[in-house]
């Protein structure tokens, strides 16, 4: 009856992960044609700036907002990222190239240009979509001032809320934020450029077929000073006669309009053009010029880095291994009648006479138990997670696929968490097999959503987008309660059912006791040895992924990932097998809990490179965006602390119980 149960369970947590694909719509995964004359609502997402963490809606500002703002219907994935996106005022229609489109009039107060003036001296960029592809401005930059050198283009997220007092409208992002908010001035003209191939060409139908695929989307932000004659009549929008443009013309000379809150009330006219340019981008590589990586000989270099970390550890192994303890295990198990000589191995291999006792239970053995099923159920989700990115099937086109992929991967895996506590806590002597499948179900993810929680709080106070909604909050609750844990008493169902792993000595009933150790092998020399070298395999795509992270780009260099992933775990399984044996040669048997945390030791110095990450890149005086910063640092060090000592409790249990099997004393 309770197998059937738990088969029931694992089948009812396979409906709800297909159902929950299902009900949400994943973007990108099929081409939308358009025919001539459809009209498009242009869609308005968030505020963002790499100088902070936090981002907001668009209409936070006062910008011009369309008769009723509509919602658009978003996955989990993009509840749970803070990827909102609304309708906004900006009107196109297919392949109708027009200029001088009048949004709205507006009149700002000092307060007003004074939210202006702050989002802008922080670099805020307001974010739109069309298609699913992002609005993004284009800059062109030479490696030298001649015009035949190489040059490369690059593409930034939307659009910056003010751009600099130049002649060139360069937006500010990228640059140290100025000083001065006179030079700072209001980006209100938006020329929207889009960018189509025929569906004839695209060779996904037949030639005879109509209609365009969208394959580009780029603005070009001015700061415009409009003028018109005679009184202003609200109903003219968006053909409204302004004496800087017309509805033929590209926007003429003209003055801006600085972001400062000095100068009394601003009037301020919203404008915009529509273009419509045939490109030769097919529909399956439009989202190629966001995803191209200028520097993949960087990221080939952290491969080659990490390579020569891991050889490395590998030869030492290796000498270990193969020299050392084969030599010693020769000389062991050799018959002597001579009982000096006897004695004189004995005190050469020190190793060797810890032997009843190195598989002594741990102190806190329950509790060991607990966070290395944790740690498995975390490798494994990472490993498939990777996996399926590194194929493509989690593309940035796919908004929130990464994160559902996440969650899903994290909810099945609990099987496995729960049968590694069960198989961990049975071989180690631990009895309350209630309060060990509690407290796996529970201690890691309970961890990760009370700081999820607070942040969110933090967030939801200072009014940022990025808030999630109860409603989002109630269903991973429910995921949790309703997938993850039942799927971990399934786990440890079947890991209690399975006989305790028999180690290959016995152990004493009186404990050796542990002589002073040299100070290069106490604890804080070693925590800080087993971390670095792990952390030197892969702390260039680090970088990587944090600036993608907090500087608002795409990263989808998942199979480099991937494979400094597996070169990480590798390393730190092999510098966890040095110091073990290196621990065990000084006759200090007590090696679980070190063999843990030397494994998840790396997490210390990821922690401390978001430290010097975030002194570089995010707004320090901000104390939320600081917090929201900290706090997801923290989760994500967490739970790689609770994966890499699996990692590191693993490969040494294997080790020792090699080499101790090896040795004949009975």
Not at 258 to 284: C, H, L, M, R
């Amino acid at each position: 009856m309770l197998a059937r149960t738990a088969v029931a369970l694992a089948l009812l947590s396979v409906v709800i992960h297909v159902q929950l694909a299902a009900s949400f719509y994943l973007p990108g995964v099929a081409p939308k044609v358009f025919k001539d004359g459809d009209e498009l609502v242009l869609k308005v997402q968030t505020l963002a700036s790499p100088e902070s963490s936090l981002q907001f809606d668009y209409y936070q500002l006062p910008y011009c907002q369309p008769e009723h703002i509509v919602d658009v219907v978003e996955n989990l994935g993009e509840a749970l990222a803070g990827d909102k996106a609304r309708t906004s005022p900006y009107i196109a229609t297919v392949k109708e190239s027009k200029y001088c489109q009048t949004v709205c009039r507006r009149l700002f107060s000092p307060q007003e240009m004074e939210e202006f003036q702050d989002f802008s001296m922080l670099e805020y960029r307001a974010n739109m979509r069309l298609d699913n592809l992002p609005l993004a401005q284009l800059h062109t930059f030479a490696y030298a001032e001649d015009a035949t050198s190489d040059s490369f283009v690059e593409y930034k997220l939307g659009f910056p809320v003010a751009i600099r007092d130049d002649a060139s409208d360069a937006p500010i992002s990228g640059v140290q934020p100025v000083a001065d908010p006179d030079h700072l001035m209001l980006s209100n003209h938006l020329r929207f450029r889009i960018l189509y191939h025929p569906v004839h060409e695209s060779g996904m139908s037949d030639k005879s077929a109509s209609g365009l695929l969208i394959v580009g989307f780029q603005v070009d932000p001015y700061s415009v000073k409009h003028t018109y004659s005679g009184v202003w009549n609200d109903d003219c929008a968006p053909n409204c006669p302004l004496n800087t443009c017309d509805r033929n013309q590209i926007v003429q000379p003209h003055d801006r309009i600085p972001v400062s809150a000095n100068k009394g009330q601003v009037e301020v006219i919203f404008t915009y053009d529509i273009e419509w340019q045939e490109s030769d981008v097919k529909w399956a590589s439009r989202w190629d010029v966001y995803l191209n990586m200028k520097n993949d000989e960087i990221h080939w270099f952290s491969i080659v880095n990490s390579f020569i970390v891991l050889a490395f550890l590998s030869a030492i192994v290796a000498i270990i291994l193969i020299r050392i303890l084969r030599r010693d295990l020769a000389m062991y198990n050799e018959l002597r009648q001579d009982e000096e000589t006897s004695e004189d191995i004995k005190e050469e291999t020190g190793w060797k006479l810890v032997y009843a006792d190195v598989f002594r239970k741990p102190s806190n053995a329950q509790i060991l138990s607990v966070l290395a099923g944790s740690g498995a159920q975390l490798v494994f989700m990472t490993l498939l997670t990777l996996g399926c990115a590194s194929t493509g099937f989690l593309s940035p086109s796919n908004r929130g696929s990464l994160v559902i992929a996440f969650l899903s991967f994290f909810m099945l895996s609990g099987v496995l968490a729960g049968y590694t506590s069960a198989r961990s806590a049975k071989t180690l002597g631990e009895v309350n097999q209630f309060n060990i499948t509690v407290l796996t179900s529970l201690v890691s993810p309970g961890v990760v959503f009370t700081i999820f929680f607070i942040i969110n709080f933090m967030v939801w106070i200072r009014g940022s987008s990025g808030a999630v909604p109860f409603g989002t909050l109630v269903a991973i609750t429910l995921l949790w309660f309703c997938v993850s844990v039942p799927l971990t008493f399934l786990g440890a169902f079947l890991g209690f059912r399975r006989d305790p792993v028999k180690f290959p000595v016995r152990v004493n009933s009186i404990p050796r006791q542990v002589p002073p150790q040299p100070w290069y092998l106490s604890y804080p020399v070693t925590m800080a040895l087993a971390g670095l070298l792990p952390f030197g395999a892969v702390f260039v795509e680090l970088f990587f992924i944090l600036t993608s992270i907090w500087q608002h780009k795409f990263y989808y260099m998942f199979g480099f990932l991937a494979l400094v992933f597996v070169i990480f775990l590798i390393t730190a399984a092999e510098i966890s097998v040095v110091l073990c044996y290196l621990q065990l040669c000084s006759e200090d048997y007590k090696w679980w809990w070190r063999a843990f945390t030397h494994g998840g030791s790396a997490a210390i110095y990821v922690f401390l490179y978001g430290v010097y990450h975030w002194s570089l890149r995010i707004n320090a005086d901000d104390f939320v965006s600081s917090f929201v910063y900290f706090g997801y640092m923290t989760m994500v060090c967490w739970l790689l602390f609770l994966a890499m000592g699996f990692v590191g409790i693993a490969v040494c249990f294997f080790f020792v119980s090699k080499i101790y099997g090896a040795v004949k004393i009975d």
